[in-house]
C-alpha cells in the first residue's frame, strides 16, 4: 500500500540545523512531487514548500526561503527537508505529504507521513 | 498570500447532529479548495477536493459546497468518529495556504 514512512524526533539547540527523511513505498516516486507541511504545538498546519522528484524543481513559502533544502533520492525513494539556522519557534510536527490523485491539484495531500517531532531547545 | 479564514474556530455538537464549517477566501480561488481531518496525535486526512469531490473511502454524511469565496464544509450526521479538527486548504495559488482549523467538540 502507499506509504511515507519518516525518520524520529529530533532535538536540536537554537542555530543548528535538522534534516528529516521520509520514504516513500507503494508507487512511483519519480512521478510524483513532495511537500512538506509543518504544525507547531497546538496550531495549524502551514506548507513549507514542495519539489518535484522527476526534476529537482522547488516550489517555497517566501518565510522559509533560504533557510530551507529540500532534495530528494529517486534511487531509495526518499525525500528530504533540511532546516538551518533552527530558532525555538520552530519546534513542531514536520509531516511530508504528497498528491497521488489525478483529477486533483499536485498540492492537493491525500498521502501523509507519520510527523516527526523536531524540538530547538537550548 | 491568499488568507483562508474558517468559522467558527471551534463549535460544540452531539452525534446525530447536523454540523457545517465555513472557509472564506480573502481572493478569488475558483474552486480549489480542499478539506482534511486532523485527530490528535496523527497526520491530517483528506476528505473532500476541488470544493465538493468526496475522496473514495470517506463516508457520504461529508459533503462540500460553495457560495461565492465561501466554502462550506457539513457533516449531515455527526458520527463519534467526526470529533476532530477541520482544515480547509486551498491550491488555486502558490504558497497553498490553510485556515486556521475548525475543532469539533462532544458537546
Known amino acids: 500500500q502507499v506509504q511515507l514512512v519518516q525518520s524520529g524526533t529530533e532535538v536540536k539547540k537554537p542555530g543548528a540545523s535538522v534534516k528529516v527523511s521520509c520514504r516513500a513505498s507503494?508507487?512511483?516516486?519519480?512521478?510524483?512531487?513532495m511537500s512538506w507541511v509543518r504544525q507547531a504545538p497546538g496550531q495549524g498546519l502551514e506548507w513549507m514548500g514542495w519539489i518535484s522528484a522527476s526534476n529537482g524543481d522547488t516550489q517555497f513559502a517566501q518565510k522559509f526561503q533560504g533557510r530551507v533544502t529540500m532534495t530528494t533520492d529517486t534511487s531509495t525513494s526518499t525525500a528530504y527537508m533540511e532546516l538551518r539556522s533552527l530558532r525555538s519557534d520552530d519546534t513542531a510536527v514536520y509531516y511530508c505529504a504528497t498528491g497521488l490523485s489525478a483529477s486533483a491539484h499536485f498540492l492537493c495531500l491525500d498521502t501523509w507521513g507519520q510527523g516527526t517531532l523536531v524540538t530547538a531547545t537550548s | 498570500d491568499v488568507q483562508m479564514t474558517q468559522s467558527p474556530p471551534s463549535l460544540s455538537a452531539s452525534v446525530g447532529d447536523r454540523v457545517t464549517i465555513t472557509c472564506r477566501a480573502s481572493q478569488f480561488i475558483m474552486n480549489y479548495l480542499n478539506w482534511y481531518q486532523q485527530k490528535p496525535g496523527k497526520a491530517p486526512k483528506l476528505l473532500i477536493y476541488?470544493?465538493?469531490t468526496l475522496r473514495g473511502g470517506v463516508p457520504s454524511r461529508f459533503s462540500g459546497g460553495e457560495s461565492g469565496t465561501d466554502f462550506t464544509l457539513t457533516i449531515s450526521s455527526l458520527q463519534p468518529e467526526d470529533f476532530a479538527t477541520y482544515y480547509c486548504?486551498?491550491?488555486?495559488?502558490?504558497?497553498?495556504?490553510f485556515g486556521q482549523g475548525t475543532k469539533v467538540e462532544v458537546k
Open positions: 507503494g508507487y512511483t516516486f519519480r512521478n510524483y512531487g
Open positions: 476541488t470544493t465538493s
Open positions: 486548504q486551498q491550491t488555486y495559488t502558490s504558497p497553498p495556504t
